[in-house]
């Protein structure tokens, strides 16, 4: 079995600040993860995923996360926030032959004028 | 551009009442899921579809249903709703179930369920 734990449930920051959301995941077996941003009312969509190879994995808006494998950890950041990263983020790992999804219970990020 | 729709984005329907949400995809991929998701908290796997071969999870509710007539369509049938299945329903969508390099899953903008 496996878990992930996202360990702010809420973020503010102010614009132009850096902010790192944190994840930390138990499993087994190897890995891959993700994060994902939902914005309200709507899906999610894909920020970033680690499968293999270089631990640090740059993605869309900005947004970079690092694997730690010794730390179990795969910690999303971002140098300088916008209004518009305001969102919900969640991160995800998969899980067994299916590769199903198993989310984290997400980070509401707010940026402050 | 190749995506995953759900239709319809906002649905109310009366306790009880049998309802029926739709997702479709152009992608051709091989895999398709729903998630619920309840207010403030993390989409929880319901089902998934690999081709015909359904995939119920041990905790879903009988209550819930899922059809998948042809590779792009899958709908989730709510027998009868009650008050707790309020909730945004998310489909998804992957080329497969093992890894790759093009590994990854494709969302829909979800439809949020009113049950009143």
């Known amino acids: 079995a496996q878990s992930v734990t996202q360990l702010d449930s809420q973020v503010p920051v102010f614009e132009e600040a850096p902010v790192e959301l944190r994840c930390n995941y138990s499993?087994?077996?190897?890995?891959?993860l993700f994060w994902y941003v939902q914005y309200p009312n709507q899906g999610l969509q894909l920020l970033l995923k680690?499968?293999?190879?270089?631990?640090l994995v740059k993605g869309i808006n900005g947004f970079e996360a690092e694997f730690n494998k010794s730390q179990t950890s795969f910690h999303l950041r971002k140098p300088s926030v916008h209004i518009s990263d305001t969102a919900e983020y969640f991160c995800?790992?998969?899980?067994?032959?299916?590769?199903?999804?198993?989310f984290g219970s997400g980070t509401q990020l707010t940026v402050l004028p | 551009d190749a995506m995953v729709i759900q239709n319809p984005r906002y649905q109310v329907t009366q306790f009880g009442k049998p309802v029926t949400l739709s997702c479709s995809q152009t992608?051709?991929?091989?895999?398709m899921y729903w998630y619920q998701q309840k207010s403030s908290q993390a989409p929880k796997l319901l089902f998934h579809?690999?081709?015909?071969?359904?995939?119920n999870e041990a905790d879903t509710p009988d209550n819930f249903q899922s059809r998948r007539p042809n590779t792009s369509f899958c709908f989730l049938d709510i027998r009868s709703p009650g008050l707790g299945d309020a909730a945004m329903y998310l489909c998804?969508?992957?080329?497969?179930?093992?890894?790759?390099?093009?590994?990854?899953?494709?969302f829909g903008s979800g439809t949020r369920l009113t049950v009143v």
């Open positions: 579809y690999y081709d015909k071969d359904f995939n």
């Open positions: 992608l051709n991929h091989n895999v």
């Open positions: 998804a969508t992957s080329r497969d179930l093992g890894g790759g390099t093009n590994y990854g899953y494709t």
């Open positions: 680690y499968l293999s190879g270089s631990t």
């Open positions: 499993s087994s077996v190897s890995v891959y």
């Open positions: 995800a790992v998969s899980r067994g032959s299916a590769r199903q999804l198993t």
